[in-house]
Nanobody, 123 residues
Framework: QVQLVESGGGSVQAGGSLRLSCAAPGYSYSRYCMGWFRQAPGKEREAVAAILTGRTYYADSVKGRFTISQDNAKNMLYLQMNSLKPEDTAMYYC??????????????????WGQGTQVTVSS
């Protein structure tokens, strides 16, 4: 069973930055989609960013502000979030390996999910 553990969430003022990390000990995900997702209270979970063999994908709402990256040697996934807005407030989850073939990694059908880390942006 793959375990994903997120960290790095917190509270920040609008315009600030946070860096989320996702650890996947013992799991080599370099060949699979990895992604970041978020869910705000009362809203559906949505894709934020994803990466596959170095190619990155972003939701329109975060393009130019968020950057996804991975360190294959350390089995780590990151999300650098800059110019944060109050609407970015949500629980953020990392996910690994799609359950089905897909032309895009920005879908919800992942096999493995972390427990989430809260990001709160105040105005």
């Amino acid at each position: 069973q793959v375990q994903l553990v997120e960290s790095g969430g917190g509270s920040v003022q609008a315009g600030g930055s946070l860096r989320l990390s996702c650890a996947a000990p013992g799991y080599s995900y370099s060949r699979y989609c990895m992604g970041w997702f978020r869910q705000a209270p009362g809203k559906e979970r949505e894709a934020v960013a994803a990466i596959l063999t170095g190619r990155t994908y972003y939701a329109d709402s975060v393009k130019g502000r968020f950057t996804i990256s991975q360190d294959n040697a350390k089995n780590m996934l990151y999300l650098q979030m800059n110019s944060l807005k109050p609407e970015d407030t949500a629980m953020y989850y990392c996910a690994a390996e799609l359950s089905y073939p897909s032309p895009s990694c920005l879908v919800l059908g992942y096999k493995y999910w972390g427990q989430g880390t809260q990001v709160t942006v105040s105005s």
